[in-house]
Structures are given as C-alpha cells and as structure tokens.
C-alpha cells in the first residue's frame, strides 16, 4: 500500500529534477515539442521558412517576416489521452522594417495527480481525507529579437528564456538560456539554423518534502532527492527549404530539418557519441495561399518488433490551414504508432494579424 502511496510523487519528481550535475539527454524536452499548427503539421520542418509569430519559439530571425504591425499566435494541444496539456501563446511586433520583437509562453502539465504520501499515518491507519492534488508542470517565458543586416537576404536573431518547472510543493527548479537564429533567402530557396541553448540552459532544482514524506521514501527503499542542477547541452537545427509553382494557383513548400544533438548517442537515424542527426521533412501545399494541405515524417528510430525483429519506425504528420483576411487557423495530427499509450495527439493554433491604427 505505502509503495502505490508515493507512485505518483516519486515518477513525478525524478521524471523532472533527481538530476546530478552533469549534462542530460532529455532535459528540458518539452521545449522541444514544437509549437503551430502549421510547423507542426510539416513535422517542425520549419527553421528555415518560418516567418511569423511562432518564430520567436522556431528561430527569431523568421520574425522579420511579420507583414503586419503584430501578430498574436495561441495553441493548445493534449497527449497521453488528455492527461498531459501543452498550451502557447505569443505576441510579435515590428519595430521598423528591418528589425522585431516576440514575447511567448509556454506551460507543459499534468494536473489533478493525486498525493497519497500521506494516505497512511505511522500507526498504519489509512485516512482518506489526506490525500491531496497537484501539478506537475515546465513552464518557459521566451523573450526574442530579429534584425536585418545590410546583406541582402540574410536575417538575424536571438532569444532569451527563463524556464520554470514545479512539482506541486515538492520540487522546484529555475532555468536560463539563450538560442541564435539565421535564415538567408536566394531567390527560390530558404536556408536556416537555428542553435537551441547555445549558452548551455541550468536548471537548479530545490526539493521540499515533509517529515513524513521522507519516512515514506525511506521505508520503501527509495533515495530522497537532493537538491541538484541539471544541464542542457547546445542543439543545433539545420535547415533548407525551397517554394515550388505547381500550378498558377497551387504553390509547394518543401523543407527539410536535420537536429545536431552532442549530448551522446540517441536513438535517431544517424547515431554516434557525442553527435546524433535527426532529419525531418515536412511539405505544404497551398491553394491561392488560402487553403493549406500539409504533411512530413520525423522520429525515424530503430525498434524490435514483438518477435524481436530490428524494424524502422517513423511518426507521420499531417496537418490542414485555413486563412481567413487576417485570421489563421491550423490543425495537426500525430501519429506515434500503434504500440503507443499515445496513439495521437491534436494541435489546434490561431495567428491574428494585427494592424494599428493611423494617429
């Protein structure tokens, strides 16, 4: 019984912060989900065309790509069956013609996870009046800058960020980055790189459990979590991109992304220590740039099926947009496949343009 009373506390807290000083594989992965229903739709194939308000999150030199005065972007999408939500929201501005700004946030949670810590008091007796709720949550507050040099074509950029993740009142941790963009356009083609955590990302995690929750720990063979930090290694996201004319009124967009991680071998399809290659394409179709048909592949891992036969896997995308004068509205779906817990997920995002009006 004391062990189902510290399940849900125990998976939350490691799951987030029982970190000891030294570089992660997985820290800080809810920045690397994605936002947009339109990036995502193309697999987040999207570093080097991107040219909105969710730039400020993909790669802030995209910002300068804002036509409008401001631009606000909002998504919300569920996982695990709608135990997990990520919610976005974003707001862009042109300073002047070659330079722009972008504030976005970002929450990550499981809300309403029972605490049963307490559930059973040092005489063994079980009061359910003691069992309360809380949340596990990341949370990321993103705050970027795009300028135009004098070179033709190329577009700069930088963010900073502050992450904040929480585990009810247990556990808490504070973080600081910072990102770099660049895209460069020649004519038909778009180039992008985008270098997440450049500086290196620290989280610094503090733990505070009670008496009892220490003696439950304990008493069910299990560390108590000290308080540590945790490091985000540098990830750098290649990208290239090209608009084809398919018909006078049909347009293609077509991009591919490949994420440079060196925090040791993954399991992506290019696999060595440090350095591991993700690729990811993603396509867009659009119609008189109304209507929006999209899809890519990303995730390309090596598994075992059930007889334990090496096979290739790989989650599709598609995704659909509709733009109505100023307002924009995406839809994703993911796949993550059938021997998933997950089998998909829905993004559904907005982008209102925004034009200030004449003193």
């Given at each position: 019984?004391?062990?189902?009373?510290?399940?849900?506390?125990?998976?939350?807290?490691?799951?987030?912060?029982?970190?000891?000083?030294?570089?992660?594989?997985?820290?800080?992965?809810?920045l690397?989900?994605?936002?947009?229903?339109?990036?995502?739709?193309?697999?987040?194939?999207?570093?080097?065309?991107?040219?909105?308000?969710?730039?400020?999150?993909?790669?802030?030199?995209?910002?300068?790509?804002?036509?409008?005065?401001?631009?606000?972007?909002?998504?919300?999408?569920?996982?695990?069956?709608?135990?997990?939500?990520?919610?976005?929201?974003?707001?862009?501005?042109?300073?002047?013609?070659?330079?722009?700004?972008?504030?976005?946030?970002?929450?990550?949670?499981?809300?309403?996870?029972?605490?049963?810590?307490?559930l059973?008091?040092?005489?063994?007796?079980?009061?359910?009046d003691?069992?309360?709720?809380?949340?596990?949550?990341?949370?990321?507050?993103?705050?970027?800058?795009?300028?135009?040099?004098?070179i033709?074509?190329?577009?700069?950029?930088?963010?900073?960020?502050?992450?904040?993740?929480?585990?009810g009142?247990?556990?808490?941790?504070?973080?600081f980055?910072?990102?770099?963009?660049?895209?460069?356009?020649?004519?038909?083609?778009?180039?992008?790189?985008m270098?997440?955590?450049?500086?290196?990302?620290?989280?610094?995690?503090?733990?505070?459990?009670?008496?009892?929750?220490?003696?439950?720990?304990?008493?069910?063979?299990?560390?108590?979590?000290?308080?540590?930090?945790?490091?985000?290694?540098?990830?750098?996201?290649?990208?290239?991109?090209?608009?084809?004319?398919?018909?006078?009124?049909?347009?293609?967009?077509?991009?591919l992304?490949?994420?440079?991680?060196?925090?040791?071998?993954?399991?992506?399809?290019?696999?060595?220590?440090?350095?591991?290659?993700?690729?990811?394409?993603?396509?867009?179709?659009?119609?008189?740039?109304?209507?929006?048909?999209?899809?890519?592949i990303?995730?390309?891992?090596?598994?075992?099926?059930?007889?334990?036969?090496?096979?290739?896997t790989?989650?599709?995308?598609?995704?659909?947009?509709?733009?109505?004068?100023?307002?924009?509205?995406?839809?994703?779906?993911?796949?993550?496949?059938?021997?998933?817990?997950?089998?998909?997920?829905?993004?559904?995002?907005?982008?209102?343009?925004?034009?200030?009006?004449?003193?």
């Open positions: 019984m004391k062990k189902y009373a510290i399940c849900c506390l125990i998976l939350a807290i490691f799951a987030h912060g029982y970190l000891m000083a030294q570089p992660r594989k997985y820290s800080n992965e809810f690397a989900i994605g936002v947009g229903g339109a990036s995502q739709g193309m697999a987040n194939s999207c570093v080097s065309s991107i040219n909105d308000v969710t730039a400020g999150y993909w790669n802030p030199a995209g910002l300068l790509g804002i036509k409008n005065d401001m631009q606000l972007g909002l998504m919300h999408s569920e996982y695990f069956a709608g135990i997990a939500k990520y919610d976005y929201g974003a707001l862009a501005r042109k300073i002047d013609s070659s330079s722009a700004f972008a504030v976005s946030f970002i929450r990550f949670g499981v809300d309403n996870i029972p605490n049963t810590t307490e059973i008091d040092a005489a063994g007796n079980v009061d359910y003691k069992i309360t709720q809380f949340s596990a949550a990341d949370y990321a507050f993103i705050v970027s800058y795009a300028r135009a040099p004098k033709k074509g190329l577009k700069l950029g930088g963010s900073a960020k502050i992450v904040r993740r929480i585990v009142d247990f556990a808490g941790a504070w973080g980055g910072l990102d770099a963009g660049i895209q460069y356009e020649n004519k038909d083609w778009k180039f992008g790189l270098a997440r955590d450049i500086s290196t990302t620290f989280n610094v995690w503090n733990y505070s459990l009670t008496d009892q929750m220490k003696d439950v720990f304990i008493a069910t063979g299990n560390d108590l979590p000290t308080n540590s930090y945790e490091i985000t290694l540098p990830r750098i996201i290649l990208g290239a991109a090209r608009k084809f004319d398919v018909t006078k009124d049909i347009g293609l967009l077509a991009e992304n490949a994420d440079l991680t060196m925090d040791g071998k993954r399991n992506v399809l290019i696999k060595s220590d440090p350095l591991s290659v993700d690729p990811h394409l993603g396509l867009e179709f659009n119609y008189k740039e109304i209507v929006y048909l999209r899809g890519g990303m995730n390309i891992q090596k598994e075992q099926d059930v007889t334990g036969k090496p096979t290739t790989l989650m599709p995308i598609f995704g659909v947009g509709l733009k109505l004068k100023r307002l924009m509205i995406d839809y994703a779906k993911t796949d993550v496949g059938d021997n998933s817990i997950a089998l998909s997920s829905h993004i559904i995002s907005v982008r209102l343009d925004i034009n200030r009006q004449a003193k």
